[in-house]
């Protein structure tokens, strides 16, 4: 198994330009998350599913939307970049067993840069 | 809104030193989760917390919970060098389980030789 796997690696992009961000795991799990880490700020969620066809806001949405067409994948577009979104973007899963509820599966990171 | 803070932010310690990071919690949750980063990396699980008292132990690190208290410990035994890295706590954000998590802002810790 891959795992999650996130589509670009790095990304350098102009203000006002826009861009999709690809998140795929093969684990068959039911809840998907997009994060972003910034220096000193630890990670805060952007926008999460919790099924195929459906997704919500997390605590930083605003410049951001997703989509989640297929269980297995999970995609954050930027339509107008802007500076101070030049971040570490990490896409993660999750799923419910009586173990480990929730516990979630970190992809490798994409590092985005707006200038 | 859940706020999650973590001390020290920064910690530099020497190998074969004991030492607790704290991660406390605003919000009622029953559900702590410690991860591990190193530079460059993504985030590794190293324990999930699940009821008031749990406890869990691998190798030299061991985490605790204290649901009444809202307080989660990482404790570092005997620290080795390679033990060097950033250590996040983070709390279910609604505890509804499947909302995401908030994270500290982590701990960045130096195990010198």
């Known amino acids: 198994n891959a795992g999650v796997t996130q589509t670009p690696k790095f990304r350098v992009l102009k203000t006002g330009q826009s861009m999709t961000l690809l998140c795929a795991q093969d684990?068959?799990?039911?809840?998907m998350y997009w994060y972003r880490q910034d220096p000193g700020m630890g990670l805060r969620l952007i926008h999460y599913?919790?099924?195929?066809?459906?997704?919500a806001k997390g605590e930083v949405p605003d410049g951001y939307n997703v989509s989640r067409l297929k269980k297995q994948n999970f995609l954050l577009g930027l339509e107008s970049a802007a500076p101070s979104q030049t971040s570490v973007y990490f896409c993660?899963?999750?799923?419910?067993?009586?173990?480990?509820?929730?516990?979630?599966?970190f992809g490798p990171g994409t590092r985005l840069t707006v200038t | 809104e859940l706020k999650v803070e973590q001390n020290p932010l920064f910690l530099s310690m020497q190998e074969g030193k004991n030492y607790t990071i704290y991660c406390n919690y605003s919000?009622?949750?029953?559900?702590l989760y410690w991860y591990r980063q190193d530079p460059g990396k993504s985030l590794e699980s190293l324990f999930v917390?699940?009821?008031?008292?749990a406890v869990k132990q691998e190798g030299r690190l061991m985490a605790s919970l204290d649901t009444k208290a809202r307080l989660s410990t990482l404790h570092i035994t005997a620290a080795v060098h390679d033990l060097s890295a950033t250590y996040f706590c983070?709390?279910?954000?609604?505890?509804?389980?499947?909302?995401?998590?908030?994270f500290g802002k982590g701990t960045h810790l130096i195990i010198q030789p």
């Open positions: 993660a899963s999750s799923y419910s067993t009586t173990g480990n509820p929730y516990e979630q599966y």
């Open positions: 684990m068959n799990h039911e809840y």
């Open positions: 599913s919790v099924g195929e066809g459906t997704t």
């Open positions: 919000t009622t949750s029953d559900r």
């Open positions: 917390l699940l009821s008031n008292g």
């Open positions: 983070a709390v279910d954000s609604s505890g509804g389980g499947a909302d995401g998590l908030t």
